[in-house]
Antibody, heavy 120, light 107 residues
């Protein structure tokens, strides 16, 4: 059974850097074809894909946010970390991490999400 | 950047067929997935690779993808199907992209 759980601060100030951790079980990021992605959802709005990291350490980023995002993995801890710099109130959202299979291009298991509020 | 367009809302009576569409340039050449999100919950994948149904997803959910349009069809819609639905696609350049979502109301 695959499970994922996001953790990190619930409140950050404008201009600060956000660091979120996705802790997972039930799969390994050493396995060929496996990836973990981050998706966010502002209150009352649509899902927005942010970043993805693959088993081979390949990384993909949303073109509109690429300059602010970094995704890394620690396979020994079964964790994926997302950092987002220069946070703004418009970045207030629930942030989800999700398991992905490269061949299918989809997100088949999701974490519960964590709400991050950006406010001074 | 690549964009996917969905109608904001769809209404259907219980037992009827709900059709939710997703449009994008040459979308039929890419894989499309669909997610159901109920209020306050995480999304759940209901269709992947255009028309594949994950285990545990009812047979009333089906998908197709051709030309510029992908379609999610819910046959015999039930009250429990009321939710927001998102399409999602990918290619080698955009990696991943979501549509704007469609709110399904079962009247």
């Amino acid at each position: 059974q695959i499970t994922l759980k996001e953790s990190g601060p619930t409140l950050v100030k404008p201009t600060q850097t956000l660091t979120l951790t996705c802790s997972f079980s039930g799969f390994s990021l050493n396995t060929n074809g496996v990836g973990v992605g981050w998706i966010r959802q502002p209150p009352g709005k649509a899902l927005e894909w942010l970043a993805l990291i693959y088993w081979d350490d390949g990384q993909r980023y949303s073109p509109s946010l690429r300059s602010r995002l970094t995704i890394t993995k620690d396979t020994s801890k079964n964790q994926v970390v997302l950092t987002m710099t220069n946070m703004d109130p418009v970045d207030t959202a629930t942030y989800f991490c999700a398991h992905s299979l490269a061949a299918a291009g989809c997100f088949d298991d999701w974490g519960q999400g964590t709400l991050v509020t950006v406010s001074s | 950047s690549y964009e996917l367009t969905q109608q904001p809302s769809v209404s259907v009576s219980p037992g009827q067929t709900a059709t939710i569409t997703c449009s994008g340039d040459e979308l039929g050449d890419k894989y499309c997935s669909w997610y159901q999100q109920k209020a306050g919950q995480s999304p759940v994948m209901v269709i992947y690779r255009d028309n594949k149904r994950p285990s545990g997803i009812p047979e009333r959910f089906s998908g197709s993808n051709s030309g510029n349009t992908a379609t999610l069809t819910i046959s015999g819609t039930q009250a429990v199907d009321e939710a927001d639905y998102y399409c999602q696609s990918w290619d080698s350049t955009t990696a991943r992209v979501f549509g704007g979502g469609t709110r399904l109301t079962v009247l």
